[in-house]
């Protein structure tokens, strides 16, 4: 029976062409909203790698030249919202802080391998500010100032792109022709840009004041003790203002720019899955309107398979059958087109993602059509066989 | 056979009702040839429809081998229409889409145990009974209307049926055309002892065949042995 569903509808081919490529694009548009759907949740699953809450971001923006005095009034600030008594530990970072909109990268080199990585200047206390877990190795801090080398921390993600099996923990990875990099530990999870985001090779320089008399970082992360609100905000903003006098101050929470990011993410992915949606709806719309004609249109061939013998159980079968054909023939098209995602790895996505989004949609397709061909197809086994031969 | 005890075939619309078949007592004994002529609305296909278990009747018993079949659901229905009946249409009904052979196979999909191998080979062998060995991959649309009904007619034997009903299987086709499909169903009916029912308006046609009932308005008008079989026969 199956080959015979297979023949009928190679054999009309012609006029199912339509469907067929209906269904076909129907597909790679579910496969694609799925797969970035997919990538979105598996990442949001994931360890960010450190704790956001309680934690603000306080954004200095100098208002002159002077880099002594801009270096001073940092300093001052260090020690004034250290003394806080709301807050528990501070470490300036750069513009690319946690769901900062703001992004550093750099070429590192190891051996025949090189690869593009974050790059993220933090101070010491910068694990105690976020809570960041290390997993092999050790964070850097003073036992690292006699150090020749710049001690670094780097992630998983890292440690697999540039070192593979090889044991990273002390090794050197130039930074200019005077300077190395010395990994001294490695962190499963940091994924700062967004919830989103897929985990990237990144890695931590340590921020040494004293060593860079000049330097100035306007970035100051603040984790302050659990309750601490809005009043203890005005508070230090305006304590710190009378040190920096026309500094502009902002500080925002880290959850709320965890929002925002969140938001940048999500907003078009459900624009995305609206649009999906309306598309898939118009196309069960077409698929039901196509098959509902269809069966009015072969009330003479119905007629005759039941006077054939089929019963009125076949029939039903057989239109949903053919509906299933139909759809294999489609989906057999769009999984040789989809797969290639994964196998020319166009974007630098896991295979996993494209093979969940590629089962989901296949199913989808697969429930869709039949959810289409129920209705029609139960009305195909209702037809009363001497009606159907009659009106032919 | 087939018996029919006091058929009566009612069709109910919302305005009318009109009475297709009134008491119809009919006995169509196996090996039978049986031919039935009528004017055009008088309830001829109404009949044959019941006789091939394609339409109940309001009133009335239809028995087959003896047995009534009122009690038999659709799925028993289907499976007696598939083993022991065969059906011939003016309008041939063949599947556009699909092959000559493939036509022909068609009955023995909807019976199970047989296998594709041995459907093939029954297809071929109804073929060569009905002269169309040589158009095994032709499409229906390529066949003229005397070719189609032989396909139709290969389909109806392919399941070798006790019986095949045919609604005026002639009434399309041209004399030359409608005496070679007669002579098929003249060969049918004499070599491997099928039993026949024919609806025909051609007098000729019906005069071939053994009996010859006659209706008029949904009833029985004459039945009667032909007088052309009394004459074969002698
Ligand atoms: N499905 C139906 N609904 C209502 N009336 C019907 C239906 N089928 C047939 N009839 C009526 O029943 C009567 C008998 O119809 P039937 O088709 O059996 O006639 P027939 O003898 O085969 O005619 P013809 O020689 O034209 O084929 C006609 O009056 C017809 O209008
Ligand atoms: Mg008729």
């Given amino acids: 029976m199956i080959r015979h569903l297979f023949k009928l509808i190679w054999n009309r081919k012609k006029s199912n062409f339509l469907l067929i490529t209906e269904i076909f694009f129907c597909f790679l548009v579910l496969f694609a909203v799925l797969s970035l759907v997919v990538h979105n949740v598996r990442n949001y699953s994931k360890p960010l790698g450190f704790e956001h809450e309680n934690v603000w971001l306080l954004t200095m923006r100098p208002a002159s030249d002077s880099t002594e005095l801009n270096r001073q009034n940092l300093e001052q600030v260090l020690q004034r919202t250290k003394a806080f008594q709301e807050v528990e530990s501070v470490a300036l970072t750069t513009s690319n802080a946690p769901f900062a909109f703001s992004q550093m990268n750099n070429n590192l080199a190891y051996g025949q391998k090189e690869i593009m990585a974050n790059e993220y200047l933090v101070q010491d206390d910068f694990k105690e500010v976020m809570q960041v877990q290390v997993s092999q190795g050790r964070w850097f801090g003073r036992q690292d100032d006699a150090s020749h080398h710049q001690p670094i921390v780097i992630n998983r993600a890292l440690q697999q792109q540039l070192f593979e099996g090889e044991d990273p923990l002390g090794k050197l990875i130039p930074r200019n022709d005077s300077l190395n990099y010395q990994v001294v530990g490695i962190v499963e999870h940091y994924r700062p840009s967004s919830e989103y985001t897929a985990e990237e090779p990144g890695f931590f320089v340590r921020i040494d004041l004293p060593k860079n008399e000049n330097a100035f970082y306007g970035e100051l992360l603040i984790r302050v003790k659990r309750g601490t609100g809005v009043a203890f905000e005005e508070k230090m903003v305006k304590e710190l203002s009378g040190i920096t006098k026309d500094w502009t101050l902002e500080v925002s929470t880290l959850e709320k720019m965890r929002q925002n990011k969140s938001k940048l993410a999500i907003v078009p992915l459900i624009a995305l899955a609206v649009v999906c949606s309306f598309l898939i709806f118009n196309v069960a719309l077409g698929l039901f309107g196509v098959l509902w004609y269809n069966i009015s249109r072969r009330n003479g061939e119905i007629g005759l398979r039941r006077a054939m013998g089929a019963s009125s159980g076949q029939i039903y079968r057989q239109f949903i059958g053919e509906v299933l054909v139909l759809a294999t023939f489609s989906l057999l098209l769009g999984v040789a087109f989809a797969v290639q995602f994964p196998l020319l790895q166009v974007f630098e996505v896991e295979s996993a993602v494209y093979f969940i989004a590629l089962g989901m949609a296949v199913s989808i397709i697969y429930l869709l059509v039949m959810g289409c061909a129920f209705y029609p197809s139960r009305q195909a086994a209702a037809i009363h066989p001497a009606i159907a031969l009659h009106e032919e | ?234």
Avoid: W
């Fill in chain 2, 1 to 234: 056979m087939i018996t029919l005890k006091n058929i009566e075939k009612v069709y109910q619309t919302k305005t009318i009702e009109t009475v297709a078949l009134h008491n119809v007592n009919l006995h169509i004994p196996k090996g039978e040839f049986v031919s039935i002529m009528g004017p055009s609305g008088c309830g001829k296909s109404t009949l044959l429809n019941i006789m091939g278990l394609l339409d109940e009747p309001t009133n009335g018993l239809v028995e087959i081998d003896g047995t009534p079949i009122g009690r038999y659901r659709d799925k028993e229905l289907s499976q007696l229409r598939n083993q022991k009946i065969g059906f011939v249409f003016q309008s041939y009904h063949l599947i556009n889409d699909l092959s000559v052979l493939d036509n022909v196979e068609l009955p023995l999909l909807y019976r199970s145990g047989v296998s594709a191998a041995e459907t093939r080979r029954l297809a071929l062998t109804a073929l060569e009974k009905v002269g169309l060995s040589a158009r095994t991959k032709h499409y229906p649309s390529q066949l003229s209307g005397g070719q189609r009904q032989r396909v139709a007619i290969a389909r109806a034997l392919i399941g070798q049926p006790e019986i095949i009903l045919a609604d005026e299987p002639t009434g399309n086709l041209d004399s030359v055309m409608g005496e070679e499909i007669m002579n098929i169903l003249l060969q049918l009916n004499s070599v491997d002892g099928t039993t026949i029912v024919m609806v025909t308006h051609d007098e000729n046609m019906a005069h071939k065949t053994e009996r010859l009932i006659r209706f008029f308005d949904g009833q029985q008008v004459s039945d009667a042995k032909t007088a052309t079989h009394e004459f074969q026969k002698v």
